[in-house]
């Protein structure tokens, strides 16, 4: 037990350090505010603000608690301040070649009817239905070979609101953002949505490296290798006439199936855009599915190295898990606040706190050793599976919850008191 209350103890005094951290500018309410929240819902693997309030254990009514917690979280959107201040601390590991990976994902509110600027969304978990609901914009950054992930930025978004001007500039502004603090590092890797004329645009013009799979219906101009171009043909058409000569086995582990492995064959062709001089590499690769995987990119190696390319886009898949333990382990589609400002702020907290859990804790050798008891108090059967932020949330979770919250200092001071009494109080 001891051992346990130990280990709770340095927990929380990395919250406590990455809290200050992240709060680094604000008022002492709003510091303590945001403390909290990322603590609490690490302790209650929840986001809604009466477990929050719950598992920080305070020794007042609990309704106290929860009104403080409302009213701080509708004062005033923290979305781009604590993005700004998540990049700022994630760039020391952005390198050059780092993949970094945008996704657009929902949170259906099918039920709800109360909650502010409520749009129509594609529930990515009903096959695409249409549902009530917001739409999430989260950039993560991750390396071809390795397993860390590390967020970026996380917002909530609703075309009814009354700032929103379209999608495509919610996609840049995002990318901008993160660009002002890391500059042209990293490769900006997007899926079939970001297929978009304006997208391109908007990268080619801030000369920023990206790989995009495209839908097969967008316009191509074809270059041969005596750099003469030739008229437009669809990007499908020029990927099935495609010489694919690289041949290379792939293991494709989906959920609940057994893994297969394919032969895939890969190949390119220099190509541009009908809109733009830039020219840029089509990577098509056949025998994944019926019809080819094609991916645009302005990479130098692509030509001469397809595979570097293919590798990319695979490590956004790795990505796509993490936008999963996002919404999964913190239950963020049963978020019951109603304000749209309350409902950014708790997006960009869960975003924080993913980056607790997979960056702050995987930092120096001694956090290693408090990361390892943090597994044993996940109680899994088997191993640590892959994705590890799944048994760490679990671990934290039974580690703080049942405790109090402690709203100590970063660091802990021995100070001197400004006036010393050299009395002795002497008993009757």
Known sequence: MATQSKTAGKIKTQITRFSNKLSSGLNKPKRKFLHQMIYGIQASKDIKLTNIGRSLGEEIPLKKTENRLSRQINNGDLTEFVGRKLTGEAKYWIKDETVLALDLSDISKEYSKKQEYLALVRDGSQKGKIRKGYWTLEILGADTDGDRMIPLYGELYSQRADDFQSENKQILGAIDLVREVIGKKGI???????????????LLTRKLRFTIRLRGDRDLVLIDKRRREGRKRSSLTLAKNCRCRRR????????????????????????????????????VVKGYSKNPLMLLTNVEEAEDDPLSILEIYLTRWKCEESFRFIKQSYNLEDVRVQSYIALRNTVSFVTAVFFFVSVVLAVGM???????????????????????QYAICDGIYNLLWGGKFSSSKELPVSQTPQLTLPFEISPF
């Open 188 to 202: 900006w890797t997007l899926d079939r949505g970001a297929d978009r004329g304006i997208i391109f645009k908007g």
């Open 248 to 283: 290379v086995k792939l293991n494709i582990c989906k959920e609940g199936e057994v893994p297969k492995i394919k032969d895939l064959y890969l190949g390119s062709r220099m190509v541009k855009l009908p809109f733009s001089d830039t020219h840029l590499t089509l990577v």
């Open 366 to 388: 001694r956090l290693r050793i408090l990361l390892k008891k943090v597994y044993e108090k996940a109680k899994r059967l088997f191993e640590i599976p892959p994705f590890k």
